[in-house]
């Protein structure tokens, strides 16, 4: 049975601020986000991974400093960059953006999964995309492997509600907070589990 160890990234100051930053902003990580990538290493650091996987995006790499310093090698899947949040990226919070932000949520709460802001993705083109990635992973996956993969909150979300059967309409089912670990076991009849879900425990 393969372990698939999927985590967000440590905090940026867009995070701090809440900010969208999508997969159009390619931020670094601040030094609490620094700090929670290490403490992700210092508990899971003695884990032999088989492969471990960032985004595109460098505040995934920046997350993973301590495993690539310690000699792993870190491979890109650009296919778990950001969901695309079009003009909401890098805009102030205000309410005119909170109201749209809401809006889009509920329409996928009813299920219009192809609604999406302007100039942004819907969830069926983000899993579209991430798809191949996913299943570029665990194609090549032994059934005993253990797999590290840094990437962001929205896909996450997308990634674990199509994995575990949920649906995109049930995808705000997956929190996320900075470094979270979510712990999915993966048999050869294609099932995940999930073992552990937004897991911080290697911050307190």
């Known amino acids: 049975m393969a372990h698939i160890y999927l985590i967000r990234h440590g905090e940026t100051d867009y995070n701090r601020r809440n900010i969208v930053q999508g997969g159009g902003i390619d931020s670094d990580l601040n030094d609490t986000g620094r700090l929670q990538g290490a403490a992700f290493f210092k508990q899971y650091g003695h884990i032999s991974f088989t492969k471990i996987y960032c985004t595109a995006l460098k505040r995934t790499r920046q997350t993973l400093a301590a495993f690539a310093a310690q000699g792993h090698e870190i491979a890109e899947l650009p296919e778990l960059n950001e969901f695309g949040w079009g003009i909401m990226e890098g805009v102030e919070g205000d309410d005119i953006v909170k109201a749209e932000f809401e809006k889009v949520l509920s ?54 509600a199509q994995l575990t059967g949920y649906g995109l309409r049930q995808m705000d089912l997956f929190p996320h907070q900075n470094t979270a670990l979510n712990l999915l076991n993966f048999d050869a009849q294609g099932r995940f589990r999930i073992h552990k879900l937004n897991d911080v425990s290697h911050l307190q």
């Open 107 to 160: 329409a996928w709460r009813a299920g219009d999964l192809h609604a999406r802001v302007p100039a942004g993705e819907s969830p069926l083109e983000a899993w579209a995309r991430a798809e191949p990635g996913i299943t570029r992973v665990l194609t090549d996956a032994g059934p005993d492997d253990k797999i590290l993969i840094c990437a962001h909150g929205r896909i996450m979300r997308v990634v674990l």
